[in-house]
């Protein structure tokens, strides 16, 4: 009888769940424990390549470290990779292999000497380092240069992790002595770790004396590109003694101009840009025979590949607002050329309006009347932008350039004529009733438009100059019909070009001024237009005299932005040239922060021996910060206006004593945000410094809210300042109950992320926009206060005599600010105890001096903690309770602040 299925012997179908496989690892593992040394080099490149890819190989790691007992030096390598990788994870395991590394560091071959320094330099595990340095410490001293060069870089990394230790075992000393080693590259790479040194730490470690220069000097013709580029890096940051230094080292620098890095050539525009700036005006033939030397360079660059021509660019950019003459006789090369990629395109444009002078201006037209007829949409209307800024920049040939646009509005391609309706508002408000016969050809492409911006700039004109058109009512009232749909930019021009037109022909236009201010005031969401509505009517009901003063009185010219960076920022970004901070035109601390508090990361070009294999240390203190994030009570994101998260209290003392406590400020208390809008809460709010802290006071008033006023989380926008809050927390101890009050202080730092633009020539906007949660109610209620400058200035304003005068000869004229005070108070008059009262806020007697008449004159310096830095003078006469002020500063949008603050520190 057949035996049934099923019941066969049993378990016999265990069989299918069993295999005689172990796995990757465990061949991986075998492979590694194999006596043939080609299968043990293989299964090691095999962990590598998963290691690569991402897969945790972490399970071999004493498996591999076995390996490292080898005399074949790729093996060796292999396994020091994976070691370097795993280290952090497997610190115990780690210390397996110092015996290893230290034994390695004194073989006979070179190479692996090196190659165990460099490892354990790169195994970021603080127990290692106390293994590391006796090894480094004979490498930095080693015979052979390779050796020496690469222990070199492994005390940059050591200062990393341990700096107390690199100074305690006298490695700075060593560095400073590799600076004079006879290898040139064995002095690039001292001179990479010292400036990586000086970058985290913040101090000067390099110190360059007389000695040292001309070793540098001597080392840069010999070692490799990237050394070179470090050398001339450092001797960017060198102050030379004199002018005669300074054409010396320049002189030994100009060569590099040849070389076919394009690094090492910016390098050396960098440094001959920073020694001319030293040398002044005073060897005016040796700075034009240097202004002839850069420019070949630097046009040469504009040869290389798109990228390096894109970089190049930006660095020129820089150079022309700088220098223009360097460049002046080159436009012809920024001319673009039919293959360039588009940001390339746009950046030659960008430069070639900062060359265009009355010289060359008609060739500029014909080339920019050329790309006006290009296919990219974006590079066109650059283009006939670049045209309206060559109108504003040079007033006799702003007819020609009006005559170009004239020809391109004639094309009637949509997005021209638009972009050259916005260039022609431009050139209207740079050069008033000059160009309005034109006005008529404007009107009559009015059908092509269709973009906010461009409506908005014909509008403008339209109102602007309704008394030439005929015309102008109906042309308005067509954009009435669509006054809903339209974008807030166009509402608002609609809005002030509707009652300028019925300032200047009332009769005509009442219907349609009062049908306009009805849409803005009562149909419309929008606060500006609102309110912008109701000023309007209001003028005009009560004083249409008035409102013609407001609405129709003359307005400023625009300026001519060609050259708009600050020159301060302007200075600091040249000394960065052929770092990041070029391509983005920003100080280095505005994009790159560093964990820990260890300062701005090196930008400079770095080559193979100084790049880092990760910071983990600074990942760890981030994931620190998370969990107290996590475990903070109360996390609060209130708009994410500057992207901070809330801090865990620490119950620190925003008040506790200095070890040398300054005069106390007081803070002028005002209402920025009445009770009905915040939840029964009236809120005052007031600036001040204590001990050089500058701290946010705030006052609560409890008007009606029947929750106590106890916990609150605080937000700044960005403003002119950069002022955000050192904790979003504020808590209120004891807690403010209905019909109490209660106050709390905020510390705030500045923050270069929350430093709000400020345009060209406008000053800066006082004005700090605070958004503040009630915990208990959880009702958000938004104000503004003005910011008291006074508090902004730091204690290290202090300059000597010397700098200040040149600092106030080098500052132009027309950048000085006056006034006259009258009706002062008794303490302010006296000299001896004005002196006093503004030391208490960081504004530093200088001088004082006796004048013609009885008249005495004094002078005073001042640096606010963003670094602008401000001089002033004060004129007081005997018997007489008034003062003359006069403030000057590269930071003119700042400079009405310093001056007020002065003011009011004179009337307290």
Known sequence: MPSLPGKNSEGHDSRFFTTQKKGEMHELRMELHSTDRNTKVDAVKKVIASMTVGKDVSMLFTDVLNCVQTGNIELKKLVYLYLINYAKSQPELTLLAVNTFVKDASDPNPLIRALAVRTMGCIRVDRITEYLCDPLSRALRDEDPYVRKTAAVCVAKLYDIAPALVQERGFLEILHDLISDSNPSVVANGVAALSEIAETSGKDVMKISTSVLQKLLAALNECTEWGQVFILDSLAKYTPADAREAEGIIERVTPRLQHANSAVVMSAVKVILSYMELMGNSNSDTIRNLTRKLAPPLVTLLNSEPEIQYVALRNINLIVQKRPTILENEIKVFFCKYNDPIYVKMEKLEIIIKLVSEKNIDQVLLELKEYATEVDVDFVRKSVSAIGRCAVKLERAAERCIGVLLELIQTKVNYVVQ????????????????????????????????????????????????????????????????????????????????????????????????????????????????????????????????????????????????????????????????????????????????????????????????????????????????????????????????????????????????????????????????AEKSGGIDVYAGFHQVNNNIIMELEFHNISSSDPVSNMAIQLNKNAFGLSPTNQQVTVNPPISAGEKGKASVQLVVNNSMLAPVAAGQPASPQIQIAIKNMATSQVFYFASNFSFEAFYSPDGAVDRSAFIDAWKNIDDGKELYSTMNDLPHSSTDIDQVQAKFEAFNIFFIARRQAMEGQEVVYFSMKTMGGMEFLAELTFKAGVNACKVCVKTESSSYGVHAKNAIENILRS
């Open 419 to 674: 972009e050259s309706v916005i260039v022609i508002k431009d050139i209207f408000r740079r050069y008033p009733n000059r160009y309005e016969s034109i006005i008529a050809t404007l009107c009559d492409n009015l059908d092509t438009l269709d973009e906010p911006l461009a409506k908005a700039s014909m509008i403008w004109i339209i109102g602007e100059y309704a008394e030439r058109i005929d015309n102008a009512d109906e042309l308005l009232d067509n954009f009435l019909e669509t006054f809903e749909e339209e974008d807030p930019a166009v509402q608002l021009q609609l809005l002030t070009a509707t009652v300028k037109c019925f300032l200047k022909n009332p009769e005509e236009t009442q219907d349609m001024v009062q049908r306009v201010l009805d849409l803005a005031t009562e149909e419309s969401d929008n606060p500006d237009l609102r309110d912008r509505g109701f000023i309007y009517w209001r003028l005009l009901s009560t004083d249409p005299e008035a409102a013609k003063l407001v609405v129709l009185g003359d307005k400023p010219v625009i300026e001519d932005d060609t050259f708009k960076l600050e020159p301060n920022l302007l200075n600091t970004l040249i000394g960065q040239i052929a770092t990041l901070s070029s391509i983005y035109h920003k100080p280095p601390e505005a994009f790159v922060v560093r964990a820990s508090g260890r300062g701005v990361m090196n930008l400079g070009a770095a080559g193979s021996d100084v790049i880092d294999e990760g910071d983990e240390e600074e990942e760890e203190d981030y994931e620190d910060e998370e969990d107290e994030d996590e475990t903070a009570d109360n996390g609060v994101d209130l708009l994410d206006m500057g992207g901070m998260g809330l801090e865990d209290n620490k119950a620190a003392d925003l008040f506790e004593a200095s070890a040398n406590p300054t005069v106390a400020q007081e803070a002028r208390m005002t209402k920025v945000c009445p």
